[in-house]
Antibody, heavy 117, light 108 residues
Framework: EVQLVESGGGLVQPGGSLRLSCAAS????????MNWVRQAPGKGLEWVSY????????YYADSVKGRFTISRDNAKNSLYLQMNSLRAEDTAVYYC??????????WGQGTMVTVSS | AIRITQSPSSLSASTGDRVTITCRAS??????LAWYQQKPGKAPKLLIY???TLQSGVPSRFSGSGSGTDFTLTISCLQSEDFATYYC??????????FGQGTKVEIK
């Protein structure tokens, strides 16, 4: 079964850090580009970051550039998002997502990140 | 950056109705547009990509059309399981993406 499972979310104070993980199974992870997408409570979807299949190409949304770092370990079939200098507006459910086309047909269940004092 | 304007933000409809949701891009994006369905507490589900290609397993009552700047998602005969929020997404600017603001389809 094709599956993405996120973990690592939780409550963190403003200015703090958190590392999210996404474990992939059921497909050849190393062949797929990967993304993080987030959704603030009651709000719409926002693309956050992209990493190529090899990890050599990375992009970020302006809202997280300089604070978040995406990475992957193809040997462990895992994707990561290191989040530093967290702000209240980073509070959201974070999804990892991918697909064979440039649309996202594989999504994880999401992990909640709450930034609050 | 490419902006996507989705409308309406919400609509009320009855089972059996035909429903249309539109997305307009701030510049031409060819056919690089996808549509998603999201139910409360769940991850989005891909319905359509390349503006009009139905994702495998998606019922044929869903259809997409358009190219350039104007796109439409149509649900031909609304079913109870279709009450959800729908998002469009452009990927012309790959590898960056932009989503529309969402359309909540509610029961009348």
């Amino acid at each position: 079964e094709v599956q993405l499972v996120e973990s690592g979310g939780g409550l963190v104070q403003p200015g703090g850090s958190l590392r999210l993980s996404c474990a992939a199974s059921g497909f050849t992870f190393s062949s797929y580009e990967m993304n993080w997408v987030r959704q603030a409570p009651g709000k719409g979807l926002e693309w956050v970051s992209y990493i190529s299949s090899s990890g050599s190409t990375i992009y970020y949304a302006d809202s997280v550039k300089g604070r978040f770092t995406i990475s992957r370990d193809n040997a462990k079939n895992s994707l990561y998002l290191q989040m530093n200098s967290l702000r209240a507006e980073d509070t959201a459910v974070y999804y990892c997502a991918t697909g064979a086309t440039r649309a996202f047909d594989i999504w994880g269940q999401g992990t909640m990140v709450t930034v609050s004092s | 950056a490419i902006r996507i304007t989705q409308s309406p933000s919400s609509l009320s409809a009855s089972t059996g109705d035909r429903v249309t949701i539109t997305c307009r891009a701030s510049q031409g994006i060819s056919s690089y547009l996808a549509w998603y369905q999201q139910k409360p507490g769940k991850a989005p589900k891909l319905l359509i990509y390349a503006a009009s290609t139905l994702q495998s397993g998606v019922p044929s009552r869903f259809s997409g059309s358009g190219s350039g700047t104007d796109f439409t998602l149509t649900i031909s005969c609304l079913q109870s399981e279709d009450f959800a929020t729908y998002y469009c997404q452009q990927y012309y600017s790959y590898p960056t993406w932009t989503f529309g603001q969402g359309t909540k389809v509610e029961i009348k």
